[in-house]
């Protein structure tokens, strides 16, 4: 995650859950039609639930998996990130390891947001004009993060149709990709080690981390 290093993995997190988590007043199914509010309706719930629940969370920080869980979860495409960041690797893998990645995968993500979220600043968020073309299926949703005394954060959400709405299923900030650069930390380990080893290091790791 070199690349990611200048800005900070957790405040790049903070910027993405800061405009990826919530619901508005628009219906469910007009939310889920349009990738342009899918993102710009993502603030409201959880910053709403992290100041209702901000007594119980400073007792059981813990407790912010669970919403996350329930938030993002479905507006994730895990699957198919699962399949970038593994890439040639995703091909030759086992099925019982592929289900083992997606899981540990998912699992990573959500606690590194969930810890994010926990350190969460009221940053104010810039949706742009959308540029894609909605028929194609696939979407890129450009916003700019604004945080006092500090230069604007382009962060762009890429998405592609689903039958049940638009997934995102990559993330980038300033240009750099989070699958690009788990894709290029998860090929060094593999080759170095295994494939098995990633899964069972990840595993360890997520299971380390929710204690």
Same mark, same amino acid.
């Given at each position: 995650?070199?690349?990611?290093?200048?800005?900070?993995?957790?405040?790049?997190?903070?910027?993405?859950?800061?405009?990826?988590?919530?619901?508005?007043?628009?219906?469910?199914?007009?939310?889920?039609?349009?990738?342009?509010?899918?993102?710009?309706?993502?603030?409201?719930?959880?910053?709403?639930? +992290?100041?209702?629940?901000?007594?119980?969370?400073?007792?059981?920080?813990?407790?912010?998996?669970?919403?996350?869980?329930?938030?993002?979860?479905?507006?994730?495409?895990?699957?198919?990130?699962?399949?970038?960041?593994?890439?040639?690797?995703?091909?030759?893998?086992?099925?019982?390891?592929?289900?083992?990645?997606?899981?540990?995968?998912?699992?990573?993500?959500?606690r590194t947001y #969930?810890?994010?979220?926990?350190?969460?600043?009221?940053?104010?968020?810039?949706?742009?004009?959308?540029?894609?073309?909605?028929a194609s299926g696939?979407?890129?949703?450009?916003?700019?993060?604004?945080?006092?005394?500090?230069?604007?954060?382009? +962060?762009?959400?890429?998405?592609?149709?689903?039958?049940? #709405?638009?997934?995102?299923?990559?993330?980038?900030?300033? #240009?750099?990709?989070?699958?690009?650069?788990?894709?290029?930390?998860?090929?060094? %380990?593999?080759?170095?080690?295994?494939?098995?080893?990633?899964?069972?290091?990840? %595993?360890?790791?997520?299971?380390?981390? #929710?204690?």
């Amino acid at each position: 995650m070199t690349s990611l290093s200048q800005r900070g993995v957790v405040g790049f997190l903070l910027c993405v859950f800061s405009a990826l988590l919530s619901f508005s007043s628009l219906t469910y199914a007009a939310v889920e039609d349009n990738p342009q509010q899918l993102v710009q309706v993502t603030t409201d719930k959880m910053l709403a639930r +992290l100041k209702q629940n901000k007594t119980e969370l400073d007792k059981k920080p813990e407790l912010i998996y669970d919403y996350v869980s329930e938030i993002v979860l479905p507006h994730f495409d895990f699957i198919r990130m699962s399949q970038w960041v593994l890439a040639k690797n995703w091909r030759v893998a086992e099925k019982e390891q592929k289900i083992r990645f997606i899981r540990a995968f998912r699992t990573l993500l959500i606690r590194t947001y #969930g810890v994010a979220l926990l350190e969460y600043t009221q940053q104010k968020i810039n949706y742009l004009p959308l540029r894609s073309d909605l028929a194609s299926g696939d979407v890129t949703v450009r916003t700019e993060i604004i945080e006092k005394g500090k230069q604007p954060v382009a +962060l762009n959400y890429s998405l592609h149709k689903k039958d049940k #709405g638009w997934k995102v299923y990559d993330i980038s900030v300033d #240009g750099v990709s989070l699958i690009s650069n788990y894709r290029t930390s998860f090929a060094s %380990e593999i080759k170095q080690t295994s494939i098995d080893a990633l899964i069972e290091r990840l %595993e360890k790791h997520n299971q380390k981390a #929710g204690a």
